[in-house]
């Protein structure tokens, strides 16, 4: 499955903040979570950045002050989203992870959309994709995992309402 974003997208020659069997422990065990496999292999190979000049994929791996990006990032969307969940609950009918059923979130576009898993199982492998746009109720669920989201979005063989098409077909790793 990477290999197809591969070959849209090249790979940093120096990624930065790339995972390994180690720090996929590391955090799996910290977060309580069994990541998707196409979740992990993205983060092996290109490791935290910009994909598509649009894309920030969230790292687990990634440290921020006294924590870590992911932690901090998922912590955020969970409360903005719960919080607004509760003023208008027709409108946000999934719950929270480790909810069955809920979201969890693994990335975010660069206008603010949200990225999230739509866990129906346990086995990471039957993981959907949602799209929260920015700043509204509109989301759109794709029954496919992240990678297979973001390859087709690039070949531009899916459209996402969210947002337009994508024009560029680089991964600009974050500075350090």
Known sequence: ???ELVQLISVPKNPIFNVNSQSI??????????FPSDY????????????????HIFNPNQPY?????YDLLKAEMQEGYLDIKSEFPQLYPFEYYPSQYGILPWGRTLNGDELYWYIISKDPKTWQVIVWQSHSPNYWLYPMNMTQFLIKLIAEELECPAFSILTSKKFQPWQI
Do not use: K, P, Q
């Open 1 to 3: 499955m990477i290999s």
């Open 25 to 34: 422990a590391e955090f799996s065990s910290r977060l309580g979570i069994n």
């Open 40 to 55: 992990l292999e993205y983060l092996e190979v290109y490791g935290s950045g910009l994909l598509a000049d649009f894309f």
């Open 65 to 69: 002050e006294h924590s870590y990006e």
